[in-house]
C-alpha cells in the first residue's frame, strides 16, 4: 500500500458552498492521509468542522493581514512540507500558483464553476479567470472539473485541455434522518398542507432569486396554497431580496433563514427543492435534497439536468414562466396524487445512492495526489 502523504488545500473561504463542502466531505472520508487547509478568509459555518477533521489549519485574512503575516503563514507551510498543494475556486488556485513557485510543490486546481457572466460576476473574477487560462499551460499537474460543461466550458475559455480530469462529488449523508416538522422555530403545521417550496443558495444576483420571487408571485395569483423558503450566505439580511418580496407583495408567503450547518433538517423540512441559478457545474444541493427524496426544479445549468434526469422539472434559465408552470405542477402532483408523489421521492432516493460511491471518489483522488493519472482528451 502507499505511504500516506500531506495534502495542503488552500481555499477562499469555508462558507456553506458547494466547494467548501466538498472539501470537508474529502478530508471527512479520508482517514490514511494528512490533510492540512489554508483559508484566505478565516471563519464560515465549515471553518470549526474542518479545523476538528483535518491535521492543521492555517488562515490569512487576505482583506486585513500585513505581509509579515503572510510570510509567517509561508514559513509554517514550509515547516508542514506538504507533498501536493490542492486549490479550490479561482481565487486560490492563483495564491497556489504563487505557493507552488516559492516551495516548489505539484498543484492541482479544483473548478467548481461553469460560465461567468458580465452582469453577474465580480470584474476581479472573471479577470482572475482570464489570468489562469494562461497560467494553466504551465503550473497546474492536474485540473479537476466536477461536470463535464465546466470543463468544456474553461477549455473554451483557454484552460489546458492536457490536464483536465472530471472528478465526482463526495456525498455524505447524515446518520441518522428523519422527517423535519419544524425547523429554526417554524412549524410544519403552521402551513396546513400547502406545498413548501425551498431553495438553498447564497445571495447573489448568480442564482436567480429575482426570477424565482417574481415566478412565485405569479404562481401565488393562480393558487395560494404553497409557500417559499429561502436560505445561505447573507439571504436573511439581504436588502435586495428584502425589496423584491415587498415590491412583489408576497412578505406572507416567503420565509428567509440565515445559513446553517444543518441544511439537511432544511431539506427534509421541504417539499420541493427549487434551483434558479444561471450558472452551476455540479450542484451540490441538487444532489443532497434528491437524496432524502426530496423531488427539485432546476434551470438547465451544468450537470442538474443528468442529476434530476426525469426525476423533477427542468426550466431555462431566466423563463419566469416555466418557472411558475413548474411550480404549480408540483405543487398539484404532490396535492391530488399522494400516492405517486411518495414513489418519486423514493426514486430520488435510490437514483442518487446507485450514482454517488465515495469510494471510487476517494480512490480516484489518491491516484491524482500520486501523479498516476493519464489524461485522455
Given at each position: ?314 426550466v431555462k434559465k431566466r423563463d419566469v414562466s416555466s418557472i411558475k408552470k413548474a411550480i404549480l405542477k408540483m405543487h398539484n402532483d404532490r396535492k391530488f396524487n399522494e400516492t405517486s408523489w411518495k414513489s418519486l421521492g423514493d426514486k430520488c432516493k435510490k ?27
Amino acid at each position: 500500500m502507499n505511504q500516506p502523504i500531506k495534502i495542503l488545500h488552500i481555499i477562499n473561504h469555508l462558507g456553506n458552498g458547494g466547494a467548501e463542502k466538498n472539501l470537508y466531505n474529502l478530508c471527512r472520508i479520508d482517514n490514511y492521509n494528512y490533510h492540512f487547509v489554508l483559508v484566505l478568509i478565516p471563519g464560515g459555518v465549515y471553518f470549526k468542522p474542518v479545523t476538528e477533521i483535518t491535521s492543521g489549519t492555517l488562515s490569512i485574512n487576505i482583506k486585513k493581514k500585513s505581509i509579515k503575516h503572510v510570510l509567517k503563514v509561508i514559513k509554517e507551510i514550509r515547516a508542514i512540507s506538504p507533498d501536493i498543494i490542492q486549490t479550490w475556486l479561482y481565487h486560490s488556485d492563483l495564491f497556489g500558483v504563487l505557493l507552488c513557485k516559492l516551495i516548489k510543490k505539484p498543484l492541482v486546481w479544483s473548478v467548481r464553476n461553469n460560465k461567468l457572466y458580465n452582469n453577474t460576476d465580480h470584474v476581479l473574477t472573471i479577470a482572475i479567470r482570464k489570468l489562469l487560462s494562461f497560467l494553466s499551460m504551465k503550473y497546474p499537474t492536474y485540473i479537476l472539473y466536477n461536470s463535464i460543461e465546466a470543463k468544456v466550458e474553461h477549455e473554451k475559455k483557454g484552460y489546458d485541455k492536457r490536464k483536465g480530469l472530471i472528478v465526482s462529488n463526495i456525498l455524505l449523508m447524515p446518520k441518522v434522518m428523519c422527517k423535519q416538522n419544524s425547523f429554526q422555530g417554524l412549524k410544519k403545521e403552521d402551513f396546513k398542507n400547502k406545498t413548501i417550496f425551498g431553495m438553498v443558495a447564497r445571495a447573489h444576483k448568480i442564482k436567480g432569486h429575482h426570477d424565482l420571487l417574481l415566478s412565485f408571485k405569479n404562481a401565488l395569483r393562480t393558487c395560494d396554497d404553497i409557500h417559499l423558503c429561502l436560505i445561505g450566505n447573507g439571504i436573511s439580511d439581504s436588502e435586495i431580496i428584502l425589496n423584491y418580496i415587498n415590491d412583489f407583495g408576497i412578505k406572507s408567503n416567503v420565509t428567509l433563514f440565515a445559513e446553517t450547518d444543518r441544511i439537511f433538517e432544511f431539506y427534509e423540512f421541504i417539499d420541493v427543492h427549487i434551483l434558479t441559478s444561471l450558472s452551476e457545474s455540479h450542484p451540490n444541493v441538487v444532489i443532497e435534497s434528491m437524496a432524502i427524496g426530496v423531488p427539485n426544479i432546476s434551470t438547465d445549468v451544468g450537470n442538474a439536468k443528468k442529476i434530476i434526469n426525469e426525476l423533477g422539472v427542468i426550466v431555462k434559465k431566466r423563463d419566469v414562466s416555466s418557472i411558475k408552470k413548474a411550480i404549480l405542477k408540483m405543487h398539484n402532483d404532490r396535492k391530488f396524487n399522494e400516492t405517486s408523489w411518495k414513489s418519486l421521492g423514493d426514486k430520488c432516493k435510490k437514483q442518487i445512492q446507485s450514482t454517488y460511491d465515495n469510494d471510487i471518489t476517494l480512490d480516484y483522488y489518491n491516484k491524482i495526489w500520486r501523479k498516476k493519472v493519464k489524461v485522455l482528451n
